[in-house]
């Protein structure tokens, strides 16, 4: 039987960066503009042949511009038609020039990005030319075809669109206001998202938009009266559920980029029972609008064969900004502990930010820039994928280094005159950090997932700069938990007990980690602590899980049967608990309580590995070869990794009378256990039932190697060997066998019976 662990591996920690709007401004831009020489462009270059709009123009505008700037675009106005581009024709060559458009805040050869946003110096000069020349159309024939934009979804219609429960009213005036929407995946199978695509809904207001998942559907169980409404608030944790599955992905909206599509082999998942938490920042317009925001996803049936992670520089801690402090610096850094390849990077201050800069010293002592951004800008802010990745060996240091504006000579300071700024939420405040999407490579077979110890290095930073950081400790301590370093992760979960004592997350956490290091006594008392906060608490339920799980593993199955019975009454139909409890009722021999439960599972999420699994069990146990093989077809493919579950399909195949795929399913199980000596064995007793003789003794050998105290397989060994015709050898393992235990009695029949032979 395997019992699941129900322990949050990981907090998503929410107090991420603001994203605003991209917008022509016509006052700011009054200085010249200087080429990548420093050469000050006050004329366009000369020529005797006029520029148009049709053969020139066009296919600049088109390429660069018109992706934001068309009919339902985040752009303001349109640049589609001639027509458009003429009347807006003076503010382009302006915001082009002073290079605030396109959008592009990275400095040159700090950084070899993808999908740059640069004009260059050529049709920023084609551009000034044409506004020179009195803004000519040409001969439409010229012209290239119009791009076409879906007036609602850029990629076309999605596989599944999710809405949110309620609208909501953003008030007239009054302060920013943070909101979090709840949107329920509604499907009954788990899907890999390839793209998404956000509409927030009343785009004008919003600031900026993430996306986060919750696992565990705790975030709507904590609000279950109210979350159609939305949930106030800028900064709230999730629980990432029984494994550690980070989803790190740069999932947000903003308006240059409302469709997200995932890099080839990093889709991500979406599970029944799933929420997409839609975190939006909003700022009021002086009427009223009405967000009713909708997300569009893309099916792809690929799963992933990459798995990034979100890492994190920030020194929000050190944020205390003297009003007209021109230059005000902070500093970060991390030292990677396994090699990894940088993907992409995401810089963000607010509004005072200045110069960013971001670079990583390699072991050799090589620097290489991450970014550079000597003009931070809030308004065209955006991530940067790498063209090529970024190979960083594990010893490389990350730096950060941002330098910000608080000064009245600051035109983007949102004071006037300055005050002194600390680190917040709201985008008068202040915030800097640098998110970088990393790649784990060179990971050796068997070795701990490598985010894990990236996960690791990333809290012991966040814990040097703020020691009783609680989301710091809490995920460090689960880092420790999954790659097996219970006493460590112990320690760290009691450091947070001693002045939150009676915090039901760290209680079950520190259950789980007590249970790894073998102390399931203690593990239990643990359970029982974090239960009586709420009975519906999401950390609650799962510590009543873990504490009737706990039960039934020790063959406590009354107080198992109990405990499962209670969370279910207290936190609701739940597919795991379900199953866990049939198993209960099935091993206290409760056989028709037991198949009602795991029925119940299945109605409830159709992949349930256990209830699958168990049923399976049962219908071999009862000769009802047909159904132990439909049930046990279904565990494997819910878990191709158990090798339990491919040895039961194996004997019901074998059963059934399929002995190749019994034996199939024997070789996927030592594939899967290479050092079990009972999967070597059953191999071998099937393929000698087939007749393949020279396989079945090399299996029967690799078996006593692995386990050379079972007597029963020198007995199986000594049989094979005489029919090979290895007389000698067959001799010396049924003597093995009786030398360990001397009453073997078929060991010592086949002895007898081959020394009367010889």
């Known amino acids: 039987m395997i019992f699941p662990v129900r322990s949050a591996a990981r907090i998503s920690v929410i107090c991420l960066p603001t994203l605003v709007g991209v917008i022509f401004s016509a006052t700011r831009y009054n200085s010249p503009v200087r080429g990548a020489d420093n050469s000050i462009y006050n004329s366009p270059p000369s020529s005797a042949v006029p520029l148009t709009w049709s053969h020139d123009i066009a296919p600049i505008l088109y390429k660069n511009c018109t992706a934001c700037h068309h009919a339902g675009g985040a752009g303001p106005f349109s640049l589609i038609t001639y027509a458009d581009a003429r009347h807006w024709g003076t503010q382009v060559v302006k ?231 021109k230059s005000f610096v902070v500093e970060d850094s991390l030292t990677l502990p396994v090699d990894v390849d940088a993907l992409g990077v995401y810089p963000h201050a607010h509004y005072l930010g200045k110069d960013m800069q971001a670079w990583a010293i390699l072991p050799n002592g090589q620097k290489r820039w991450l970014v550079w951004i000597r003009d931070w800008d809030i308004d065209r802010q955006s991530v940067y994928r790498y063209r090529e990745p970024l190979q960083l060996p594990k010893g490389t240091v990350l730096h950060m280094r941002y330098l910000y504006d608080n000064s009245a000579a600051n035109p983007r300071n949102p004071h006037d005159p300055p005050i002194r700024v600390r680190a917040g939420n709201r985008s008068e405040d202040e915030m800097a950090h640098l998110w970088l999407q990393v790649l784990p490579v060179h990971v050796s077979p068997g070795a701990p997932d490598p985010r894990l110890l990236l996960e690791e290095a990333w809290m012991r930073n966040r814990l040097r700069k703020t020691p009783g950081d609680r989301v710091s400790l809490y995920n460090l301590g689960a880092a420790l938990t999954g790659e097996g370093r219970y006493a460590e992760a112990r320690a760290v979960y009691q450091q947070d007990l001693r002045t939150h004592p009676d915090d039901s997350r760290t209680l079950t956490a520190l259950g789980v980690a007590l249970e790894g290091n073998g102390d399931w006594h203690q593990a239990m008392e643990r359970f029982r602590d974090a239960t009586q906060s709420s009975p519906s608490d999401p950390a609650a339920c799962d510590a009543r899980f873990n504490l009737a799980r706990l039960e039934q593993e020790h063959e406590l199955y009354p107080d198992a049967i109990r405990d499962f019975q209670s969370q279910l009454a207290a936190c609701g139909e739940d597919a795991e608990a379900h199953s866990e409890l049939g198993a209960a009722f099935a091993a206290s021999g409760q056989s028709a309580a037991a198949v009602t439960q795991f029925q119940r599972a299945l109605q409830l999420d159709p992949s349930d590995f256990t209830a699958h699994f168990n049923l399976g069990e049962i219908a071999l146990n009862t000769g009802q070869f047909s159904e132990a093989i439909r049930h046990l077809e279904a565990a494997t493919t819910g878990k191709p990794d158990s090798p339990e579950a491919h040895e039961r399909l194996a004997q019901a195949y074998g059963s059934a009378g399929r002995a190749e795929d019994a034996i199939a399913q024997l070789r996927e199980t030592v594939k899967l256990y290479p050092r079990s000596a009972q999967s070597h064995a059953l191999l071998s007793q099937a393929l000698d039932a087939s007749g393949q003789a020279a396989e079945a003794l090399f299996e029967a050998r690799e078996a006593v190697k692995l386990d050379p105290t079972d007597p029963d397989g020198w007995n199986n060994l000594g049989v094979l060997e005489a029919r090979a015709g290895h007389t000698d050898d067959a001799r010396s393992d049924f003597e093995h066998a009786l030398t360990i235990q001397p009453g073997h009695a078929q060991a010592r029949a086949n002895l007898a019976r081959i020394s009367q032979q010889h």
């Open 95 to 325: 915001v082009t020039q002073s290079r605030y458009m396109p959008p592009w805040l990275p400095e040159p050869g700090h950084g070899d990005f993808a999908d740059v946003r640069r004009l260059s110096e050529s049709d920023i000069a084609s551009l000034r030319k044409w506004l020179d020349t009195g803004m000519p159309e040409g001969n439409t024939r010229e012209a290239p075809k119009a791009p076409a934009y879906d007036p609602t979804w850029q990629l076309g219609k999605p596989d599944l669109i999710l809405r949110q429960a309620e609208p909501f009213t953003l008030p007239a005036g009054g302060t920013d206001v943070f909101r979090n929407f709840i949107l329920p995946y509604p499907l009954k199978e788990a899907h890999y998202i390839r793209a998404m695509e956000i509409l927030p809904g009343a785009a004008q207001v919003v600031h900026h938009a993430n996306v986060l998942i919750d696992r565990t559907a705790g975030f709507r169980r904590q609000h279950s009266s109210d979350w159609r409404q939305g949930i106030p608030g800028m900064e709230i944790l999730l629980d990432a559920g029984n494994t550690f599955d980070p989803d790190s992905h740069f999932l947000f909206w903003k308006p240059d980029t409302p469709a997200l599509i995932e890099p080839e082999g990093m889709p991500w998942r979406l599970d029944p029972g799933n929420d997409l938490i839609l975190n939006i920042h909003l700022k009021p317009s002086g009427k009223p609008e009405t967000i009713d925001a909708q997300i569009g996803l893309y099916f792809t049936d690929r799963p992933p064969t990459r798995q990034p992670m979100l890492l994190q520089l920030d020194r929000d801690d050190a944020l205390d900004i003297p009003a007209g402090d």
